[in-house]
């Protein structure tokens, strides 16, 4: 199972993963808000972070992909 890269926000230093991008051996800081209810991104959403930045790694993102699949799996077998 394939796992997300987590690495510090350049603008918040909160860690969110890193999404894959062209540019090799970096990763694009996924899209978040500083606080939850905030109208407005964080300024370090989507900037390019190094990987040797990451500190840790994240299952919880692929954990709810596949959930989600499973779900549509699932109302697709009712018809
Ligand atoms: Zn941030």
């Known amino acids: 199972m394939a796992t997300l890269p987590k690495a510090p926000c ?3 230093a909160v860690p969110h993963a890193l999404l894959p991008t062209k540019r090799i051996g ?3 800081v996924k899209d978040h808000k500083i606080e ?6 964080c300024p370090g959403s989507m900037v390019h972070v190094a ?3 990451a500190r840790a790694w ?3 993102f692929e954990r709810a992909q596949q ?3 499973a779900s549509t799996a ?3 077998g009712l018809f």
């Open 26 to 28: 970096y990763g694009s």
């Open 67 to 69: 959930d989600a699949a």
């Open 10 to 12: 350049p603008s918040c």
């Open 58 to 60: 994240q299952l919880e």
């Open 51 to 53: 990987y040797a930045e």
């Open 36 to 41: 939850p209810r905030a109208l407005v991104l």
């Open 74 to 76: 699932v109302e697709e």
